[in-house]
């Protein structure tokens, strides 16, 4: 995708990612009660947003994902729980739930990278330092068609704690899932993950 082949290791192995500084607590009962304030949500988290959609499902649907996550997190703003430090996990559950009706064009993507080595999602001025350190170790292909393969849950966890970079409780919160299904499918999808690419533990 467009720059979803992060390190190996770091989609296999890495440990859990240090906490987020608080951003949204502070603001959180006036910003969700209004809608022209609503916005210093879209402007803190709108960039991390998107950038995590475009790694899925590329940058065009992004656009539309992002909108789509802003536009129901207002409508159901009294869902979210102000003594969360921060509403970007609230947020990245939104996009990923939205993001299901997606699933056949995240899946056909990493399909046609794995047979062709061109990532149908990758665009022009794309730069990330760790997809070129895995395009030039020949490993994007066979990670593709690894992602490919997971099933669509174990693959929503795993993204959000390599590619958006969640602690276990955050995902936990944002899927609405104990954390503990968040470690028992970030571990299954890491161990298939290591049999399809052939990497040691």
Not at 112 to 117: N, R, V, Y
Request: glycine fraction near 4%; proline fraction near 5%; charge should be positive.
């Amino acid at each position: 995708m467009t720059t979803i082949h992060a390190d190996i290791p770091g989609l296999v192995a890495r440990g859990s990612p240090r906490p987020r500084e608080a951003t949204d607590t502070d603001d959180a009962e006036h910003v969700l009660g209004d809608a022209d304030r609503f916005t210093v949500l879209f402007d803190r988290h709108a960039a991390a947003l998107h950038r995590y959609a475009a790694r899925r499902v590329g940058p065009d649907l992004a656009d539309d994902l992002v909108s789509q996550t802003f536009l129901t997190a207002f409508a159901n703003r009294h869902r979210y729980d102000p003594r969360r430090p921060s509403a970007l996990p609230w947020l990245y559950g939104i996009c990923t739930n939205l993001m299901r009706r997606h699933r056949r064009t995240e899946a056909r993507a990493y399909k046609a990278l794995a047979k062709t080595g061109v990532d149908p999602l990758r665009t022009a001025d794309a730069t990330d330092r760790s997809l070129d350190r895995v395009e030039a170790q020949g490993m994007s292909r066979r990670l593709a068609d690894a992602l490919a393969s997971l099933k669509a849950n174990q693959r929503d966890v795993l993204l959000l704690f390599a590619v958006a970079e969640l602690t276990y409780p955050e995902i936990a919160a944002a899927l609405r899932i104990p954390e503990g299904t968040v470690r028992s499918r970030l571990s299954r999808a890491r161990t298939h993950l290591r049999k399809r690419l052939g990497t040691t533990p």
